[in-house]
């Protein structure tokens, strides 16, 4: 089944360390995205990419990098976790065209401690 | 630029009772137009959209929405409120230049009582 996943749905980590979020899909979206959801559910774009090698800055600036050397891989890593990053982390994907919604993934809930 | 609204971070209503959460855009092209429902602990999953084609738009789980272009408005509604419909709701907006991302509103919250 067509799907976007997303690994970890939980992770608690200690500051500084280094961490990567994974997020796949098998539907062949050329378009994916990462947002940064807080508790006040306002949804932030952190990431986009067109396709492969191709990765952009959203709206929010955030100390992450994102790489896409697959159609079907877009990871999102900190290279040092700090508290103000503990966040949902929700990654999504599209279709060409403006007509087309996203397909979300169940998101990362990530806690630095 | 688009830019959607939406009205009231909280809804609260009692099972079976009428459901209206109001979501206004901003846009100076013809808009596509987007519900999504967001569930404790999910990710997003999309309700319903609007592509040009019917003005009455309906989804899943008996949600119905209607683009009134006069109103620049995209209310999405549901006849009778089951306790399964409490989550949250985010309206959303393509942009129909550069990229062409969805722009999100700031979501609602439907509370629903017995």
């Known amino acids: 089944e067509a799907d976007i996943y997303q690994t970890p749905r939980y992770l608690v980590i200690g500051t500084g360390k280094k961490i990567t979020l994974e997020c796949s899909q098998t539907m062949g979206h050329d378009k994916m995205y990462w947002y940064q959801q807080d508790p006040g559910m306002e949804l932030h774009l952190i990431h986009y990419s067109y396709g492969v090698n191709s990765t952009e800055k959203g709206d929010l600036s955030s100390e992450s990098t994102v790489s896409r050397i697959r159609t079907e891989h877009f990871p999102l890593t900190l290279e040092s976790a700090r508290p103000s990053h503990t966040s949902q982390y929700l990654c999504?994907?599209?279709?060409?065209?403006?007509?087309?919604?996203?397909?979300f993934g169940s998101g990362t809930r990530l806690t630095v401690v | 630029a688009q830019s959607v609204t939406q009205l009231g971070s909280h809804v609260s209503v009692s099972e079976g009772a009428l459901v209206l959460l109001r979501c206004n855009y901003s846009s100076s092209v013809p808009p596509y137009l987007f519900w999504y429902v967001q569930y404790p602990n999910q990710g997003l999953q999309l309700l319903l959209k609007?592509?040009?084609?019917?003005?009455l738009v309906k989804g899943i789980n008996g949600f119905e929405a209607e683009f009134k272009k006069s109103e620049t408005s995209f209310h999405l509604t549901k006849p009778s409120a089951h306790m399964s419909d409490a989550a949250e709701y985010f309206c959303?907006?393509?942009?129909?230049?550069?990229?062409?991302?969805?722009?999100f509103g700031t979501g609602t919250r439907l509370l629903v009582s017995p």
């Open positions: 999504a994907s599209s279709e060409q065209g403006t007509n087309y919604g996203y397909t």
């Open positions: 959303a907006v393509s942009q129909n230049t550069g990229f062409q991302k969805l722009v």
């Open positions: 609007y592509t040009s084609a019917a003005t």
